[in-house]
Each structure stands twice: as structure tokens, then as C-alpha cells.
């Protein structure tokens, strides 16, 4: 019997979805089965099941293979499977992974488990670890590996080499080597394939390059970013007093970006990330992460009824007008979502900066009345030929007033909400919308008022 | 005279501010100042200039800095800036940067220009650049580095590490080292660390591993994805009949996941991504970006117009609907753009495939229904106690149809794009939005009209 890796997930699929509790004679099956494909199928697999069925899974593959899909898992996913698995293999799992996805999981935790689990490693372990722990959420020190080679400018690339080759087992990774005084201080950086080529005999010092290090307080997804465009495999971190305390490698540096990015984009379309993939995410989760964005939106769209309301009498004249307010709502609202997703991403990826404010609202005002102006022209045509002349001129001109004020706006609140302290994304494109609304309303009722003189 | 580095940069961005021209007396100064900072804020410089003002930046520098930074530029800026250099200097930063990087700067550029480029290269330089060229768009063989070293099966540890150092400097990478056999058919990969910490004398047909490798045709974005869940640094990839042609390193397939990003940020937004930092992007090209998209939603918000227009009895009857229609339209199109948030992001990771559509639509509604039940019940209370209780069934109920239906229809549309060979975000949170106010509003009338017996 030959199955393509696709036909042995699917016939896996089948089997995890026939019920919770697998028939004791599928076991022998599923587990053959499970041998088959490579480890991305296996993991992707676990990734799309609810937690009982992730346990199965786990259960069912070979030690190595199971320590392995576990650590690809986010941690939110990895804290609900734990429920479902005995402890001395969630004890395995949690030794095998690196100091900093430990304390990813533990941050994911009831704190009486994270203690329990804390409390089962070994003491080097837990000092490790706790290294990690000591620095605060959304900095880099809390995601850095603590475990670094100890290179000193003294040696010669051949002792440098021998050394690394001595202490790799232990360290994530020899591919970026910081270089350090005898008091731990960074002085310098070589790669693992300059002492590679190097020529037998020269010293360290001398082949050294200036370090671009970063302070373990700094921000991570700041730090994360650098790794892109210099192109970074691993980046030193150190203390207050410059000493080597450790690395922020390329796959953690990945990982911050990507957390970052979704969360950005979730937030973009008025909802929170939601930490692991969507098909393990159970239902009331997504609720959750909806619930309150959708909340927030409905009360502040109240406004929206308000200013309709004060202006009851004119529609009462003119009900035609209450026929273009979706449409002109809409476009208020998309001018303002394309200036702010622009904008949020533009921030994220560090090419706008707070003190951009003013250059950023005059690029976007000038964007918005070249876009209102275009929009304007052609709904003055068309409402003018469907309705009459003063219906076009009033849909012109509010469309041309919408777009200018919504692209300022919407370029301008992600810098603001940054200004602030808070994530420019929080401005999100539905928020945004709503102010849209509301203010392109008063634009549209007095432009009305003024041009059919009610 | 001792400056930081953000006096050093600010004081930089005021003298190229100045005038598009450099006061000659100002180049040493200038010169001198760009000396100071590190790499990375010279780039982050560079990035928020327009092309003239990046060229004179560029040409300060020193030779191997200018280079350097000319690297790290997205491709859409680096081609901005071409125009503004002389010749040498652009053959020389040609010259300096990887194949697969030279490609992406040629997809840029007007055919002729790239053509001579091209020219400008030596003999063997242009035949690896043109075995990037010759896969499509979108495929991994347009992304990976043609350059690979020659380890075969049957070789020593020890005689595969020193070819590794004999051909170091013509790779772009060493960490991954693929096998292969005399007919360079891919057997096997090693990570360098496993050579380097590998008993002299081993065989490296019994060290190597499985190999997880890519077919040239295969989809960058897909391909790209594996690198973080498997923590690889550079993947191989293989022509049609297992041959390996090339390794897809782990920075460009970061960049493939931002650019893919950036992509699908942008598109939910709306407008087409800026493929270049957002201050160095000329304002024509900023509108050119959203106008397309803001025309498109414009037209299909007419279908709105046309709604309202076929209950305008209604409306006149009960004027009080309309002060509720951006409240319920917009309660609509937030329930959407959330769903086809996070489906979209989802698509993007791997997470929901194209057969997960039934299961995805029956998650979608039943999370719409408990938002609707929540939202209707609120405002129904809200709607009777301020107007009266059958105004507040109205809306009760219609935001129960508007959030099951807009969650649904926002979970299905990314995948239904998907489906047709569509990008996911297509259906932009705007385009949904659109979509969900004139489904709303129908809903909205079919209610009020049973309702209140009009």
C-alpha cells in the first residue's frame, strides 16, 4: 500500500474526527500511518486539531517526533494541549524546549501549573531559564537565548574554534560568535564562517568586527526588525553594563515579527490575534476576541444615529438625501481604512516615525484631496444626470470634503495612538470608519443644507 | 564635539532637507557625520529619502558602506534611486549584490535598462543571474541562490569541511549544506554545526539526514512559511528530476513573508501595497495605490443607492428608519471584516486550506449568531427605551441577521477567492464591507416593512 503524504493526512484527518476517544485498534494503524510523512505534514496536522485530538496525536508519535511537534507549536496552543497529557510527558516537552519557548508557554499558564513546571527542571535549568523571566514582557531579554559561547579577543581562531565545537551541544546556536573581555563586556563579533576560513594562527582581536549588539530592556519587535534588512542571523544582547548575557537568534527574531504582524492585522479589521491557528482555536475563543471590538464600534455608532437625528428635519424635506448615505459613509470610511493601514503598517515596519506627524498629515491631505477630487467629479456627473444638478453638487463636493478630511485622519491617528503610548493598530480601520461616519454626516448635512437651502 | 546618534541622524535629515541640492562646503561636513552612526541607521536614513536625496547619501558614503546600504533597500526604491546615480557607481552595486537580488531589482526596472545591466555583468555572473531569471514570478527559483557547494555522499567529515572552506566565498550560505549524489541528485542535508562537531574521519552518508527540500516551480509564499515552524535557515531546492539547483535562504524567505504581508495588510485596507518605505514613496504613487481600489467600491456602493431607492416608500413613511442605517450598515461590515480578518490571516499561515470552506462557514455562523444575539439584545433594549418596542424589535432582530449573515459571508469570501486562484485579500475588509451594507439593508427593510405593517 503506497499513499502520497496528502492521502495519509487526509486518512489521518478521518480517523481523528471519527470521535474523542480513538478505538484501541486504530492506535497500531494511525501510529504506522503517522510514520509516513515528514514532520512540516505532522505538525501542520496537530495544528489544525482541538487540543484532545493534538494529545492523541502526540501520544501516538515516537518520543523524538513528538518533543518536535510540540516545540513547533505556538505556546497558546502548546498551554491547551497541556491539559490533555500526562505529566510526565508534558515534564519531557517542557525540558526539551529552549529556556526563552519556555517561558513563552509558561507566560501562557495558570501560574500554579507554570510553577509546578518550573519547579520539574533540573536546577541549571531553572536558573536559565530563570534569566529569561527576569526581564519584562515585550522586551528582548525575555526572548533571548541565554545560552552563549564563551569566546574571549585572546584566543586564536584555532582556540576559538575548539571551544565552540566543545560548547555547541548547550548553545541554540555557533553561527553568530560575540566575542567578550575577561569581564563579559562585547567587543566585537565574528561569524562562524569568518573563524571557519580564517587562517590558522590569527587572533580573534584582530579579525573581529564592531558588534551591533542590542540592550535586553530594548523593545523586542523594534530589535526583531533589524534582522531583515541586516540581514542577522543572531544579534548580541547585553546588560546594563554591556556584558554579554545573550543571543536573540533568527528564528525568535521570525517569531516577534510574525506575533507582530498578526496582531496588526487583527487589530486592523477590529478583532484581537488569536495566539494559534484558527481551526485549534475553540469557538467561544473567536467570541471572545470579537465581541469586545464589536462592542466598542456598535456604542460609538450611536454617534452616528445622534447626528442623523439632528438633522431629522432636513431628511424629512429631502428623503432622497438619506438614499447616499451608505455610499458616502462607505467612502469616507475606505479613504480613511487606506490611509491607516498604510500608515500602522508603515510604523510597524519603523519607516514612519512619532516626530513624522506633520509631513505624514500633509502627504495624506494632499493624497485625500487629490482622490476626493476624482471621485468628486464623477459623482457630480452621474448624481447630476440620475437626480438633478444641486443633488450632483452636494454629493460632489461632500465626496471631495470626505475624502480629504478622512485620508488626514486616517494617516495621522496611528501616529497619534503611538504617540500616546498605545498600538497604532488600536485605531483600527472599523474604528476609524465609525469617526468616518459620523463626521462625513455633519460634512454631507451642511453642504445639503447650504446648496438646497433648507 | 560628542553627538548621539539621533542628534547625528536628525542633523543629517536637516541638511538633506535643506534643498535638493548639497552646499559642496557641506559634503565633508556631511561626510564626516555619516561616518559616525552604525549600519542600520545610515539604512533607516537612506529609506525615509527621495530618490535624489538617497543618491547624495549614497555617494558620501565610502565604498564599502554605500554598498552595503544600496543592499539593504527594498528593489522598488533601489530602481528609484538608479536614475539618479551615475553608471559606475550602479554596475558596481550591480555587481555587488546576490543573483537573486540583482533579479529582483531587473523585475523593477524598463526592460532596456535592465538589459544593460545585465551586460554590465562578467561572463559567469550573468549565467547564474540567469538561472534565477528563468523561473516565474511567484515560484521559488526566482528567490533562491543558484550558488551551491559541491558535498557528495561519499566523502569524509573532513574532506567535505574543507571543500566548504575552499568554496566559503562564492556562497551566499555554508550553515546548510546539502548532499548529493554524482549526478547531483539531492540525498541528504547536514547543518554545518553537525560537520563541525562531527568525529574526524565519519562518512557523511551516515551523518546526513532526510532532506527537507523544494521544487523550483513551487510557490515562494508557501515555501517561505515552512521556515519558521522547522526552524530552517536555508532550504535546497531541486529541478523537476531532483537535481540541486539552488538553496532559498532564510532572509529572502523573510522577505518573501513581508512583502506577502505587507501585501495582505495593505489589501485588507483596501489599497495595493507601496513595495518601498512610505517616506520615500512619491505622492503620485501613493494615490495611484488607492485610487483604483476607492473607484471600484465607489461604483459597488451604488448598489447601496439602488436599495435605499427601492424602499424610499418606507423610508418616507418612517423617516426614523434612516437615522439607524450607518449604525446597522456599519455593525454589518465590522462583523465581515472580522471574520475575513482573521480567515484571510489564516489562509496566509497555513492554518485553513481551500477544503476547510464547509467547516469554516458553519464556525463563521455560529460565532455571528452569538454576536448577533448579543448586539440584538442590547439593542433592542436601547431602541425601546429610547424610541419604542417595536422600533427595537426591528433592530433587535436586524442585527441578528446582519452579524450571522456578515460573519458567514466574511469567513467564506477569502477562501472562495482562494478557490477561483484568487489572492484572499481581494475580498478586502472594504469590498465585505461594501458587500454587507447592501445585504443589510435589505434585511433591514424586510424586518421593518413585516414589523411595523408598512
Redesign the interface.
Known amino acids: 500500500m503506497t499513499m502520497s503524504v496528502d492521502e495519509t493526512i487526509g486518512a489521518l484527518e478521518l480517523m481523528l474526527r471519527s470521535g474523542s476517544d480513538i478505538d484501541p485498534e486504530d492506535a497500531p494503524k494511525m501510529q504506522a500511518l503517522l510514520d509516513e510523512p ?3 505534514d505532522v ?2 496536522l496537530v ?2 486539531q482541538n487540543p484532545v485530538r493534538a494529545a492523541v496525536v502526540l501520544r501516538l508519535l515516537s518520543r523524538e517526533k513528538s518533543i518536535a511537534v510540540f516545540d ?1 507549536l505556538d505556546a497558546a496552543h502548546q498551554a491547551d494541549i497541556i491539559d490533555e497529557l500526562g505529566n510526565s510527558d508534558v515534564y519531557e516537552f517542557f525540558d526539551a524546549l529552549e529556556p526563552e519557548d519556555r517561558v513563552s508557554l509558561l507566560d501562557e499558564l495558570p501560574a500554579e501549573i507554570a510553577d509546578r513546571l518550573l519547579r520539574s527542571l533540573d536546577k541549571p535549568d531553572q536558573d536559565i531559564t530563570g534569566v529569561v523571566l527576569g526581564y519584562p514582557k515585550g522586551s528582548v531579554g525575555r526572548r533571548m537565548s541565554p545560552e552563549v559561547p564563551d569566546i574571549y579577543r585572546e584566543m586564536t581562531v584555532d582556540e576559538a574554534l575548539e571551544k ?2 566543545r560548547e ?2 548547550d548553545l541554540e546556536t ?2 553568530t560568535v560575540p566575542i567578550v573581555r575577561k569581564d563579559r563586556r562585547l567587543v566585537g563579533v565574528m561569524s ?2 569568518e573563524l ?2 580564517a587562517k590558522s594562527g590569527r587572533m580573534v582581536e584582530d579579525l573581529m568586527h ?1 558588534p ?1 549588539y542590542a540592550y535586553a530592556q530594548a523593545d523586542a519587535e523594534e530589535t526583531a526588525r ?6 542577522l ?1 543572531a544579534l548580541p544582547i547585553v546588560d546594563d553594563s554591556d556584558r554579554l548575557i545573550g543571543l536573540l537568534t ?2 525568535d527574531a ?2 516577534i ?2 506575533e507582530e ?2 496582531e ?3 487589530r ?4 484581537e490575534a ?1 495566539q494559534q ?3 485549534s482555536t475553540p ?1 467561544l475563543k ?2 471572545r ?3 469586545v ?3 466598542v ?2 456604542v460609538s ?2 454617534l ?2 445622534k447626528v ?2 439632528s438633522f ?1 428635519s432636513v ?2 424635506q429631502a ?2 438625501l ?6 458616502l ?3 469616507g ?3 480613511g ?2 490611509a ?7 510604523l510597524a ?4 516615525r512619532k516626530s ?1 506627524v506633520l ?2 498629515m500633509w ?1 495624506e491631505m ?2 485625500g484631496m ?2 476626493g477630487a ?2 468628486g467629479i ?2 457630480f456627473i ?1 448624481a447630476s444626470l440620475v437626480y438633478d444638478m444641486h443633488i450632483g453638487l452636494v454629493i460632489g463636493t461632500t465626496l471631495l470634503g470626505i475624502c480629504t478630511l478622512s485620508a488626514t485622519v486616517g494617516g495621522v491617528m496611528p501616529i497619534l495612538a503611538k504617540v500616546v503610548g498605545a498600538d497604532p493598530a488600536v485605531f483600527s ?2 474604528f476609524i ?2 469617526f468616518c ?2 463626521a462625513g ?1 455633519i460634512i454631507y448635512f451642511f453642504i445639503a443644507r447650504a446648496v438646497l437651502g433648507l
Open positions: 515528514p514532520i512540516q505538525v501542520a495544528e489544525r513547533a565552540l565545537r555547541a551541544p555557533i553561527y562562524l564562517r571557519f576560513i564592531e551591533i533589524w534582522f531583515l534588512p541586516l540581514d542571523l533568527w528564528d521570525a517569531d515579527v510574525e504582524d498578526s496588526d492585522s487583527a486592523s479589521g477590529g478583532t488569536l491557528p484558527y481551526m469557538l473567536l467570541v476576541s470579537r465581541i471590538w464589536l462592542l464600534l456598535a455608532a450611536i452616528t444615529v442623523l437625528d431629522e431628511l424629512e428623503v432622497v438619506s438614499l447616499f448615505i451608505p455610499l459613509t462607505g467612502t470610511g475606505n479613504t481604512n487606506q491607516a493601514t498604510t500608515v500602522t503598517r508603515a515596519l519603523g519607516d514612519v513624522d509631513q505624514v502627504r494632499r493624497v487629490l482622490l476624482t471621485l464623477l459623482g452621474i480601520n472599523p470608519s465609525t461616519d459620523a454626516l
